[in-house]
Every structure is written in C-alpha cells, then in structure tokens.
C-alpha cells in the first residue's frame, strides 16, 4: 500500500511539475535515479557535505534556492572545501528545484 502511494506521489510530481516539499523517502529516491546519492547523504559526509549541514548554513538565507539550484546545475568548488561538484546538467531542472527545496527544510 505504501508503495502503491509513492508511485502515486512520484508520477503526480512529474506530471504536475508540483513544488511542494518532498518527503524524505521520496527525496532519497530521487536522490537516487539522479545520481546525487553517490556523493551525499542526508546526515553523512560522503564526497560532498550531508545535506543537514547544507540546510544548516543556508538557514534564513531568501536566496539559497536560486543560488544552489544553480549551483547543483553548473557545479562548483570551495565553499565545503577543495573538491569539486561536477556539473549536473543531465538531472532535469525540476529535480534539483525539489532536491534543493527539500535539502533547505533538513534539520539537524
Ligand atoms: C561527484 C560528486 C557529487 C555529485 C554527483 C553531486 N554532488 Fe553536490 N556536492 C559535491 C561536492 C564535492 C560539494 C561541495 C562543493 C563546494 O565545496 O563548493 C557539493 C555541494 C552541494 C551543495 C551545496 C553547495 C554550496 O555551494 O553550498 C548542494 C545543495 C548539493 N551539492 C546538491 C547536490 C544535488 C541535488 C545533486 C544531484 C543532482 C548533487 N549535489 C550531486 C559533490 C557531488
């Protein structure tokens, strides 16, 4: 059954192009397909810093969407430290909109 919702909930985000915040589980699995999961973890350093300490240094920043989306988009370097992100440009623009979105609500 509860799989059965999470489809549900995964196709009306592609086909509504929603922005609503994603929940945990269906943000990890997009994390997944899109390949950010190989880097990141919500609560572990990996490659990149885990994403609570993002949301942690972003906290009350009106900015922090457009300027991550952006950088998720286009990569970057030097602000966790001297290891680059590779540009995402074949991760779909909705999904790091919703990744972004969903990693700035993340508490520690
Ligand atoms: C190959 C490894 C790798 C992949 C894949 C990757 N990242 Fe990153 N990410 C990093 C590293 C390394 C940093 C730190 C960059 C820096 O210090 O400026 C980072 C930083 C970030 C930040 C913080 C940026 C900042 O300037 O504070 C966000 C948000 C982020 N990644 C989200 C994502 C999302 C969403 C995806 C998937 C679409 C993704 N990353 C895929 C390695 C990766």
Redesign the pocket.
Known sequence: MKRQYLVLAAGLLVAGGAHAALDNTTAEAM?KK???A???TIDKKL???P?ME?SA??KGDAGAVA??VD??KKG???????????P?AQ?PEA??KD??TW?LTLKK
């Open positions: 994390m899109d390949g950010c190989a880097c990141h490659v990149g810093p994403y993002v240094k972003y300027k991550l950088k998720v970057g370097v030097g602000v966790w430290g001297q290891i680059p992100m590779p995402n991760v999904d790091i990744l972004v990693i």
